[in-house]
Nanobody, 116 residues
Framework: QVQLAESGGGLVQAGGSLRLSCAAS????????MGWYRQAPGKQRELVAS???????NYAGSVKGRFTISRDNGNNTVYLEANSLKPEDTAVYYC??????????WGQGTQVTVSS
C-alpha cells in the first residue's frame, strides 16, 4: 500500500503562483510514475503532469510552459510548481502514484482556486 498526502493548495489571484507537494509513504519502492491530476466542477478528472522514476516528464498542453513537475526521491515527494495561474486552473488537484501490474493510489486532493 502507498499513502499520499497533498498540500499547498489555496486561493491565488490570476497570474500568481502556487507550489503543491505530494508526500508518499508506505510501499514507495513499488512506485514508478507519479502524477498530478485535477478535476473542476462538472468536468472529468484530467492529467496535469507526470514524472517517471527516471525523471521523464509529461505535461498537458494547457499547462505546458507554466507548470513544472519535479521529484525528490530522497524525501519521497513530488512537487508541482504552478505559475501564471489562470481562473481555468481552478480545480481540486490530486496526486497519483502508479505501480506495476496496474496498481495505483490517489491522494485526498487539495483545492486550488484562482480568482480573476
Amino acid at each position: 500500500q502507498v499513502q499520499l498526502a497533498e498540500s499547498g493548495g489555496g486561493l491565488v489571484q490570476a497570474g500568481g503562483s502556487l507550489r503543491l507537494s505530494c508526500a508518499a509513504s508506505g510501499s514507495i519502492f513499488s512506485i514508478n510514475v507519479m502524477g498530478w491530476y485535477r478535476q473542476a466542477p462538472g468536468k472529468q478528472r484530467e492529467l496535469v503532469a507526470s514524472i517517471t522514476s527516471g525523471g521523464v516528464t509529461n505535461y498537458a498542453g494547457s499547462v505546458k510552459g507554466r507548470f513544472t513537475i519535479s521529484r525528490d526521491n530522497g524525501n519521497n515527494t513530488v512537487y508541482l510548481e504552478a505559475n501564471s495561474l489562470k481562473p481555468e486552473d481552478t480545480a481540486v488537484y490530486y496526486c497519483k502514484a502508479s505501480a506495476p501490474f496496474g496498481r495505483f493510489y490517489w491522494g485526498q486532493g487539495t483545492q486550488v482556486t484562482v480568482s480573476s
